[in-house]
Nanobody, 120 residues
Framework: VQLQASGGGLVQPGGTLRLSCAAS????????IGWFRQAPGKARERVSC????????IYTDSVKGRFTISVDFAKNTVYLQMTSLKPEDTAVYYC??????????????WGPGTLVTVSS
């Protein structure tokens, strides 16, 4: 079971990025997949999550209206579309899976993450 986050990079404030979380060894269909981020010197926070059992999604307040989580079951991949990026979005972004739900604390299969830097 493995999740690989990719798609990070350097973007100017107000820019857009799309992160990908590709799953291998299991199907995302029956899992909740969460996106998390950790900025330097800060605790890891959950950014968004999609529960693929019912399609429900959640977002942390700071990204609502700017980020969109989605899934492509054919590609077994979850995406995080990030728009109107701000410098405070700078962080390493990770994805992880949860067999129970988005609100459960037991996320697993953490990969190495992908760095997002928002700077002019």
């Amino acid at each position: 079971v493995q999740l690989q986050a990719s798609g990070g990079g350097l973007v100017q404030p107000g820019g857009t990025l799309r992160l990908s979380c590709a799953a291998s060894g299991f199907r995302v269909d029956d899992y909740a997949i969460g996106w998390f981020r950790q900025a330097p010197g800060k605790a890891r926070e959950r950014v968004s999550c999609i529960d693929n059992s019912d399609g429900s999604t959640i977002y942390t307040d700071s990204v609502k209206g700017r980020f969109t989580i989605s899934v492509d079951f054919a590609k077994n991949t979850v995406y995080l579309q990030m728009t109107s990026l701000k410098p405070e979005d700078t962080a390493v972004y990770y994805c992880a899976e949860n067999l129970v739900s988005c609100t459960d604390d037991s996320f697993y299969s953490w990969g190495p993450g992908t760095l997002v830097t928002v700077s002019s």
